[in-house]
């Protein structure tokens, strides 16, 4: 693959996302989300799914008649009304997609259709082709793709494509699979499918703590377009979180050899954004937008961070956004962490010194394992006084 090779970031922040308990938002917040991921340089925002709510179909309505730098998508099941219902809502934009998600696995075929395979592809074959009469992008996801029948599987995205759908995306539903079997999964059909020109997407849950690991995997078989979400947010255990995919392939461009179009320096304000819309924090061991990101405790860390950031962080703090990078001052700090935090409030240290607010920091710290700016401040003061 050549550098040159471009992943497409569809972004469902704003459909998928908002299932996960407490992540749904107002319109007016729906509308200023999906313009700050269009100043992310999101190639594809996934609004909505219009035939559910009159928030969706309106928010989809007005984001598609706005944003003109990202493609906006509605989604809609394999039925009449809801892929009428999205091309409504999209009008006569141009720069537009209706995903249509059909169920591929058998277990869902028998239980939620009550249909064989048969049916089930006939089902595809005539959703596709309305939308394809209607919208200009339709994209076909394989609802539970990871469990189907492989060959039944490949009969549905060859039909999908048959029927006029540009974009096949296979979809890890429940978070079962696993970077092997993803791996295998999309490079036949990568393999199979490269005659047809249509691009292949990967959707990934989490419920087994893979979904990041079993998309980049998914990057590395052949797939050209990730759906992924704001801090991984999403139906039970989440989705694959857009930030970390991002900046997988952007520090270890040498490795996946692709790149994004994402501006990286506003993912720490977006991610920041999401939660404040949703009220739910951010944990402070999240990777590259959590609080601890840029966070360094450790003496040994602290020491090697002041010979050579690349020591321990693989990206700087500015590249995502982040305000900088942070020495904690605890029981675990050594004099040069101690020196190095002090120098930067503007103190001139002295050896001897340090030596002793180190000793009284480790002896009097008890289960207050960190101490703040200010109070070792007012230690090194009271100790400097001492020694002078």
Do not use: W
């Not at 009428?84 to 537009?96: D, E, P, V």
């Not at 609080?291 to 450790?298: G, I, L, T, V």
């Not at 321990?312 to 590249?319: A, G, K, N, Q, R």
Request: charged share 25%; with cysteine.
């Amino acid at each position: 693959m050549s550098i040159n090779n471009k992943i497409s970031i569809f972004d469902t922040t704003l459909r998928d996302g908002e299932q996960a308990p407490g992540s749904a938002l107002s319109l007016e917040k729906k509308i200023e989300f999906a313009r700050q991921l269009s100043r992310l340089n999101v190639d594809v925002i996934e609004v909505g799914f219009p035939v559910a709510s009159t928030t969706d179909f309106i928010a989809v309505q007005e984001i598609s008649s706005e944003i003109k730098d990202s493609t906006i998508c509605a989604f809609a099941r394999s039925v009449e009304k809801d892929i009428l219902s999205a091309s409504k809502a999209l009008g006569a934009s141009t720069n537009s997609r209706i995903q249509i998600v059909t169920p591929i696995s058998d277990r869902h075929l028998a239980t939620r259709l009550k249909m064989g395979r048969k049916d089930g592809l006939q089902l595809i074959r005539d959703s596709i082709k309305l939308a394809s009469s209607l919208a200009h992008e339709v994209a076909f996801i394989g609802e539970d793709s990871s469990r189907a029948d492989p060959e039944y599987r490949l009969q549905c995205f060859e039909v999908a494509a048959e029927s006029g759908a540009k974009f096949l995306t296979y979809a890890d539903t429940v978070g079962y699979s696993t970077p092997e079997d993803i791996h295998t999964d999309i490079h036949n059909l990568v393999k199979i499918l490269k005659s047809e020109e249509v691009s292949i997407g990967i959707h990934c849950h989490n419920d087994l703590g893979l979904a990041v690991a079993n998309s980049l995997s998914a990057i590395l078989a052949g797939a050209n377009e990730v759906q992924c979400t704001i801090n991984g947010v999403g139906e039970r255990a989440g989705n694959a979180a857009l930030e970390e995919i991002v900046m997988a392939l952007y520090v270890r461009e040498d490795h996946y050899k692709v790149k994004t179009d994402i501006d990286t320096r506003l993912l720490t304000i977006t991610s920041g954004l999401l939660s404040q819309y949703t009220g739910t924090e951010i944990p402070n061991d999240k990777a590259v937008v959590g609080q601890n990101a840029f966070a360094h405790c450790s003496g040994m860390h602290q020491h090697g961070m002041i010979m050579h950031p690349k020591n321990y962080e693989i990206m700087m703090p500015s590249t995502v956004g982040a305000d900088s990078r942070e020495f904690i001052i605890g029981r675990h700090s050594g004099k040069h962490g101690v020196s190095h935090v002090l120098s930067e409030m503007g103190y001139k240290v002295k050896d001897k010194v340090i030596i002793k607010v180190l000793k009284e920091i480790k002896n009097s710290l008890g289960e207050a394992e960190y101490i703040d700016k200010e109070h070792l401040a007012k230690i090194y003061e009271r100790l400097l006084a001492i020694e002078v």
